[in-house]
């Protein structure tokens, strides 16, 4: 392996691309209005498209000729990176929209950061996905503040969302020793920074919505050491069973 | 000022069709012209959405990330397609939710061809290849059509639709070149799919009764047999190339027309699968209603929210 | 307030600096921010544009074809507003 470090570091930044466009691709032909389900798909394009910049680069870094394909059809549920959150079912629209709205909220910060990166093919990425995530989380966020101050249904959707996925969300700013070496040579960002970033966008953001953050602060993680919910490996079933079915051939 | 009658009217109408002058949206029209228009159009509308979701059902599975992200561009640009088309009818005085509504009751109609199910990735090949090659000869010829804003909605239809059916071919030569098990899914996909591509075209010309007026108002350019025709001559030859059989016997060249004889369609099958008892028809509008229900408290959100935010400004 | 659907909004487009915005078509949008994602997800999806315009359809006011001929035919007849009408010497450039 050329740089198991980075290696593990942008197959985490794949895997959460990977797992939330499969997951938004869903809704493709379901959306609750024509015009949403169009923006939605948008999303998943970009998502699907990062995804693949990040495998590819992973497949560079491992160094063992693999590319976004082969990482993302080919390993066991263990080895994804994704974290907990992006795994989760696409539930109702609010729940969709509080998913990728906490999820932008992370993104955004850490492609901006990302952008500075020592690592060139990292900076480059970054500034691709960065134009797409700030449109992401501007989307996001103007539903999560129409589904908050909506209806009482809506506000009750929303709220229920948040109070469901809300435990996932430290997960995000996961870091590990080896994270360490990466942000001192530059590489990456510490995660500190991102996570003041992403509090503040989140708290204005709710609080316009009027939605309370859960007061039982209970946090899950485990995807990003590769132990994920039951959710995943249906997701993955779907995912992969073409490559799984018919194994080694061209499409 | 001194009202014209409406044989007047309508004479003037068709003086205007006749000198190929487009008719537009506040433009004087007959009642029938805008029903028919408001009905064909829907349909076609309805077609588009209901259409994403045989192929939809692969997003999931596409089996890599490029066929993923092609297959979400091709189903995202049915449903840009049917909210293009819904605009047209919305110019015409219709209400684009009352015309779904239509489509949930069954009263409104859409293209028989996506109540046949995808149960293969080469379905997905083929759907592109066969449906969206004789969707494209429809409306191609559609571009043409007396009423502005359905022709330059066709317009930009077919512009961006020529990439949906180069995909499908695309993927179905690589399954021909491909393993013989790829290269029987996409036969097998050929044989479930050409009979029902056909049918597309709608009844033959002798069955189609509203067909006379709609090439007088120039609607339609073309009848049903004749699209159909340049359709399996268009085809024949890229079958060819696949290295795939035309399921039909009796397909072969005809010299002296100059055009392909094919055996005659099974209208029984198509008119059962119009009228609802296709393999999916349950199924495709099931989805679809669950959908526009599952919304409703969204769209209900969206409102309530920026009619608070109105009051608040003008407060 | 159930059954209550989106209005109806008309989509111009400025497809690259320098030309006009132009009508593309129209979408349903429950207020002037959406309106306007909704119709870059909608109208963009090629790189048609570089900037949007979003007017709820109830706000545009048309002129009535009825009244075409007095509107617009008074106009054809008035020769004299176009360059060619006025003939100059040969050999006079640039005029």
Same mark, same amino acid.
């Given at each position: 392996?050329?740089?198991?470090?980075?290696?593990?570091?942008?197959?985490?930044?794949?895997?959460?691309?990977?797992?939330?466009?499969?997951?938004?691709?869903?809704?493709?032909?379901?959306?609750?209005?024509?015009?949403?389900?169009?923006?939605?798909?948008?999303?998943?394009?970009?998502?699907?498209?990062?995804?693949?910049?990040?495998?590819?680069?992973?497949?560079?870094?491992?160094?063992?000729?693999?590319?976004?394909?082969?990482?993302?059809?080919?390993?066991?549920?263990?080895?994804?990176?994704?974290?907990?959150?992006?795994?989760?079912?696409?539930?109702?629209?609010?729940?969709?929209?509080?998913?990728?709205?906490?999820?932008?909220?992370?993104?955004?910060?850490?492609?901006?950061?990302?952008?500075?990166?020592?690592?060139?093919?990292?900076?480059?990425?970054?500034?691709?996905?960065?134009?797409?995530?700030?449109?992401?989380?501007?989307?996001?966020?103007?539903?999560?503040?129409?589904?908050?101050?909506?209806?009482?249904?809506?506000?009750?959707?929303?709220?229920?969302?948040?109070?469901?996925?809300?435990?996932?969300?430290?997960?995000?700013?996961?870091?590990?020793?080896?994270?360490?070496?990466?942000?001192?040579?530059?590489?990456?960002?510490?995660?500190?920074?991102?996570?003041?970033?992403?509090?503040?966008?989140?708290?204005?953001?709710?609080?316009?919505?009027?939605?309370?953050?859960?007061?039982?602060?209970?946090?899950?993680?485990?995807?990003?050491?590769?132990?994920?919910?039951?959710?995943?490996?249906?997701?993955?079933?779907?995912?992969?069973?073409?490559?799984?079915?018919?194994?080694?051939?061209?499409? | 000022?001194?009202?014209?009658?409406?044989?007047?009217?309508?004479?003037?109408?068709?003086?205007?069709?006749?000198?190929?002058?487009?008719?537009?949206?506040?433009?004087?029209?007959?009642?029938?012209?805008?029903?028919?228009?408001?009905?064909?159009?829907?349909?076609?509308?309805?077609?588009?959405?209901?259409?994403?979701?045989?192929?939809?059902?692969?997003?999931?599975?596409?089996?890599?990330?490029?066929?993923?992200?092609?297959?979400?561009?091709?189903?995202?640009?049915?449903?840009?397609?049917?909210?293009?088309?819904?605009?047209?009818?919305?110019?015409?005085?219709?209400?684009?939710?009352?015309?779904?509504?239509?489509?949930?009751?069954?009263?409104?109609?859409?293209?028989?061809?996506?109540?046949?199910?995808?149960?293969?990735?080469?379905?997905?090949?083929?759907?592109?290849?066969?449906?969206?090659?004789?969707?494209?000869?429809?409306?191609?010829?559609?571009?043409?059509?007396?009423?502005?804003?359905?022709?330059?909605?066709?317009?930009?239809?077919?512009?961006?639709?020529?990439?949906?059916?180069?995909?499908?071919?695309?993927?179905?030569?690589?399954?021909?070149?491909?393993?013989?098990?790829?290269?029987?899914?996409?036969?097998?996909?050929?044989?479930?799919?050409?009979?029902?591509?056909?049918?597309?075209?709608?009844?033959?010309?002798?069955?189609?009764?509203?067909?006379?007026?709609?090439?007088?108002?120039?609607?339609?350019?073309?009848?049903?047999?004749?699209?159909?025709?340049?359709?399996?001559?268009?085809?024949?030859?890229?079958?060819?190339?696949?290295?795939?059989?035309?399921?039909?016997?009796?397909?072969?060249?005809?010299?002296?027309?100059?055009?392909?004889?094919?055996?005659?369609?099974?209208?029984?099958?198509?008119?059962?699968?119009?009228?609802?008892?296709?393999?999916?028809?349950?199924?495709?509008?099931?989805?679809?209603?669950?959908?526009?229900?599952?919304?409703?408290?969204?769209?209900?959100?969206?409102?309530?929210?920026?009619?608070?935010?109105?009051?608040?400004?003008?407060? | 307030?159930?059954?209550?659907?989106?209005?109806? $909004?008309? /989509?111009?487009?400025?497809?690259?600096?320098?030309?006009?915005?132009?009508?593309?078509? !129209? *979408?349903?949008? &429950?207020?002037?921010?959406?309106?306007?994602?909704?119709?870059?997800?909608?109208?963009?999806?090629?790189?048609?544009?570089?900037?949007? $315009?979003? /007017?709820?359809?109830?706000?545009?006011?048309?002129?009535?074809?009825?009244?075409?001929? !007095? *509107?617009?035919? &008074?106009?054809?007849?008035?020769?004299?507003?176009?360059?060619?009408?006025?003939?100059?010497?040969?050999?006079?450039?640039?005029?």
């Amino acid at each position: 392996m050329k740089n198991e470090d980075l290696y593990n570091y942008v197959l985490r930044l794949g895997d959460d691309s990977l797992i939330l466009g499969q997951r938004l691709g869903e809704w493709c032909g379901h959306g609750p209005i024509l015009e949403e389900d169009i923006a939605m798909t948008n999303i998943s394009l970009d998502l699907i498209g990062q995804a693949m910049s990040l495998l590819d680069y992973a497949g560079v870094l491992d160094g063992q000729g693999k590319d976004h394909d082969a990482l993302a059809f080919l390993r066991f549920e263990n080895e994804y990176r994704n974290a907990l959150l992006l795994e989760q079912p696409n539930g109702d629209f609010a729940n969709t929209m509080m998913r990728q709205f906490l999820f932008d909220a992370f993104r955004k910060p850490l492609y901006e950061k990302l952008l500075e990166s020592t690592d060139m093919q990292i900076a480059a990425i970054a500034e691709k996905s960065l134009k797409e995530t700030r449109y992401h989380l501007k989307h996001t966020s103007e539903w999560v503040i129409r589904l908050g101050d909506g209806t009482d249904e809506s506000h009750q959707r929303a709220q229920t969302a948040l109070d469901l996925l809300w435990r996932y969300t430290d997960e995000l700013f996961f870091q590990t020793e080896e994270d360490t070496t990466l942000i001192s040579l530059g590489m990456v960002p510490s995660m500190s920074e991102i996570k003041a970033e992403w509090s503040k966008t989140v708290l204005s953001v709710l609080e316009e919505a009027t939605l309370v953050i859960p007061t039982n602060n209970w946090q899950f993680e485990g995807g990003r050491r590769g132990m994920h919910s039951e959710h995943l490996g249906f997701l993955l079933a779907d995912l992969q069973y073409m490559q799984r079915a018919y194994p080694n051939m061209k499409w | 000022m001194k009202t014209m009658d409406l044989q007047e009217l309508e004479k003037r109408f068709q003086e205007k069709i006749d000198k190929e002058i487009k008719i537009e949206p506040n433009d004087w029209m007959p009642d029938e012209y805008r029903k028919t228009l408001i009905r064909q159009i829907s349909q076609h509308a309805h077609s588009e959405i209901v259409g994403m979701l045989p192929e939809g059902n692969w997003i999931t599975r596409a089996p890599n990330l490029r066929r993923k992200a092609v297959l979400l561009a091709k189903v995202q640009d049915e449903a840009g397609h049917g909210l293009y088309l819904y605009s047209s009818v919305e110019t015409l005085g219709a209400d684009r939710e009352a015309t779904i509504d239509d489509l949930h009751s069954g009263k409104a109609k859409y293209s028989s061809i996506f109540n046949y199910p995808a149960v293969t990735w080469a379905d997905i090949g083929t759907i592109g290849w066969l449906v969206d090659g004789a969707a494209i000869m429809n409306q191609v010829a559609l571009c043409r059509c007396s009423y502005g804003p359905y022709a330059r909605g066709m317009v930009k239809i077919c512009k961006e639709e020529s990439f949906h059916q180069r995909q499908g071919f695309e993927s179905l030569v690589t399954l021909c070149n491909g393993t013989p098990t790829q290269k029987a899914m996409a036969q097998d996909a050929m044989n479930r799919f050409w009979w029902p591509a056909l049918m597309m075209f709608g009844p033959s010309d002798d069955e189609s009764p509203n067909s006379a007026q709609s090439m007088k108002w120039k609607i339609k350019r073309f009848s049903n047999d004749e699209l159909r025709q340049s359709f399996v001559d268009a085809t024949v030859p890229q079958a060819e190339i696949l290295g795939l059989t035309i399921p039909d016997p009796n397909l072969k060249w005809n010299e002296e027309t100059g055009h392909y004889d094919f055996s005659p369609i099974n209208w029984d099958e198509f008119w059962q699968v119009v009228n609802g008892n296709g393999p999916c028809n349950k199924e495709r509008i099931e989805a679809r209603t669950k959908a526009k229900e599952e919304g409703m408290w969204v769209r209900e959100a969206a409102m309530a929210y920026a009619e608070k935010r109105a009051l608040k400004k003008t407060a | 307030m159930s059954n209550r659907e989106w209005p109806l $909004w008309e /989509v111009f487009i400025r497809s690259k600096q320098g030309l006009n915005h132009k009508h593309v078509g !129209s *979408l349903r949008a &429950p207020d002037a921010t959406l309106a306007l994602e909704n119709a870059r997800d909608v109208y963009t999806r090629r790189s048609e544009g570089i900037s949007i $315009w979003v /007017v709820e359809s109830n706000y545009v006011h048309a002129s009535d074809p009825s009244d075409a001929d !007095s *509107l617009f035919e &008074p106009s054809d007849t008035k020769v004299y507003r176009h360059p060619t009408f006025y003939e100059v010497p040969d050999g006079i450039k640039h005029m």
